[in-house]
T-cell receptor, first 114, second 113 residues
Framework: DAGITQSPRHKVTETGTPVTLRCHQT?????MYWYRQDPGHGLRLIHY???????DKGEVSDGYSVSRSKTEDFLLTLESATSSQTSVYFC?????????????FGEGSRLTVL | AQKVTQAQTEISVVEKEDVTLDCVYE???????LFWYKQPPSGELVFLIR??????QNEISGRYSWNFQKSTSSFNFTITASQVVDSAVYFC??????????FGQGTRLTINP
């Protein structure tokens, strides 16, 4: 199994509080992704990173920011959580899907915003 | 823009029936990969198959088979002789030159005993 861990795995917070989710990899892969999963929408890309300090927005990036200061960690931050951000968040990593065809997912982080 | 459509939101069949999950995609890239993932009730994403855009050969793995047709931009997934353990949400996904993996909405498959 690919070395990818998400933390925390479960979190309950209140509206307006900041939240940070962490994705940590031990594979030294270049690409890292954050997705959210909601019923009826499948998985939607929030942000992704193609290298240290290199990030780009996905289709649902409003209300989220990311940082990647080192290869192994990709942080997703909700500056002021809202109930609409209640979701399951998945991190994924890849060296280069087009070259290797490989993409590895973490186990997911369930966030509830009350 | 890239897009994946899984028109079947939910499918319910009786055990041992064959079932096909449809996936239609849109992309302007000439090089891309298509994926199928399974998400059982436990919630993790389980990789099933990947297919690159230059390989249109159909693939069979046990009771699972995949039909990739570039002419119709489809990558359908068939389960033969379905079993209760096949019950899950199945996602089709596409990644192209931008290295952004795009998912379909998912199909919830229920296999009834």
């Amino acid at each position: 199994d690919a070395g990818i861990t998400q933390s925390p795995r479960h979190k309950v917070t209140e509206t307006g509080t900041p939240v940070t989710l962490r994705c940590h990899q031990t594979e030294n892969h270049r690409y890292m992704y954050w997705y959210r999963q909601d019923p009826g929408h499948g998985l939607r890309l929030i942000h992704y990173s193609y290298g240290v300090k290199d990030t780009d927005k996905g289709e649902v990036s409003d209300g989220y920011s990311v940082s990647r200061s080192k290869t192994e960690d990709f942080l997703l931050t909700l500056e002021s959580a809202t109930s609409s951000q209640t979701s399951v968040y998945f991190c994924a990593i890849s060296e280069s899907v087009l070259q290797t065809g490989e993409l590895f997912f973490g186990e997911g982080s369930r966030l509830t915003v009350l | 823009a890239q897009k994946v459509t899984q028109a079947q939101t939910e499918i319910s069949v009786v055990e041992k029936e064959d079932v096909t999950l449809d996936c239609v995609y849109e992309t302007r890239d000439t090089t891309y990969y298509l994926f199928w993932y399974k998400q059982p009730p436990s919630g993790e994403l389980v990789f099933l198959i990947r297919r690159n855009s230059f390989d249109e050969q159909n693939e069979i793995s046990g009771r699972y088979s995949w039909n990739f047709q570039k002419s119709t931009s489809s990558f359908n997934f068939t389960i033969t002789a379905s079993q209760v353990v096949d019950s899950a949400v199945y996602f089709c996904a596409l990644i192209g030159g931008a290295q952004k993996l795009v998912f379909g909405q998912g199909t919830r498959l229920t296999i009834n005993p």
